[in-house]
């Protein structure tokens, strides 16, 4: 199956970002014309894409999808090079580092939150670790057109090319000592290590990072998800920016 973003919302975002090679955006004629669908064909029309009205047995091949009728085909993702990303001035900036995340829901939402915390780019490996995919589209609400996201060969090289550059390197790991919220993330370029659920972060990974820092947690219960972790992170490094903004 070629590549697709399916939904209204999502298929809006990539029209309104621009990033994205639309081939074509096919709508079942069977869908009633709504404020959302009206600014699709809108923008579409501006942008020269072609969109077309097919019967809803067009749509079969796509059932797993929840795609609201609307479906747009379009080129592959185009990922960022670290080195082409490095290169570029980058002060008080922040990233997402994802180590094995493998489930396209939490990728999808994590992306959705690094948008909403003006992260610049998440780094994901190109293996055991899910790649971009429709389902992640969907799920970040069209936030992957919003955000840089570099694949990498190799995680542990792309640490070392971060530190060498003046990043620093914080890893989220359930047994740390020290709580995410007593780092001072002002004044630095900073990257967010984050692991999935059952393996955590490499120990090659925690090894080479600067600080190590948990969410402490009242009760004796399983981790948290990953996407809710990063959130509670990243927010206080944003809660941080913006509280030294206001003094």
């Known amino acids: 199956m070629e590549d697709i973003i399916f939904g209204k919302n999502s298929v809006t975002e990539a029209l309104i970002s ?22 699709i064909k809108e923008l579409a029309r501006e942008r020269g894409i072609v969109f077309q009205f097919v019967a809803k047995e067009k749509f079969q091949p796509y059932a797993e999808f929840n795609h609201q009728g609307v479906i747009a085909q379009v080129a592959p993702i185009k990922y960022v090079d670290i080195d082409d990303f490095l290169a570029e001035n980058h002060e008080n900036s922040s990233l997402v580092i ?17 948008v909403c915390a003006g992260v ?17 589209e969907k799920i970040s609400a069209g936030a992957v057109n919003h955000i840089k996201i570099i694949k990498v060969n190799s995680l542990s090289n792309a640490v070392e090319k971060l530190k060498k550059s003046n990043w620093w390197v914080i890893a989220a790991e359930a047994s740390a000592e020290q709580n995410y ?19 955590g972060v490499s120990k090659t990974i925690l090894k080479a990072a600067d ?37």
């Open 211 to 247: 600080f190590i820092v948990k969410i402490p947690m009242l009760k004796s219960f399983n981790s948290l998800n990953v996407s809710n972790a990063l959130s509670a992170i990243i927010f206080e490094t944003v809660r941080q920016r913006l509280s030294k903004v206001k003094k």
């Open 18 to 39: 621009g990033k994205r090679e639309i081939n074509k955006i096919i709508i079942s004629k069977s869908l009633h014309s709504d404020q959302k669908l009206n600014k």
């Open 181 to 199: 919220y007593d780092v001072d993330y002002n004044d630095m370029n900073f990257a967010i290590v984050m692991g999935a659920e059952h393996a």
């Open 98 to 114: 994802l180590d094995g995340v493998e489930d396209s829901h939490n990728l999808g939402s994590i992306i959705r939150t690094c």
């Open 120 to 136: 610049e780019a998440v780094i994901i490996p190109s293996r055991r670790n899910v790649q971009v995919n429709s389902t992640v």
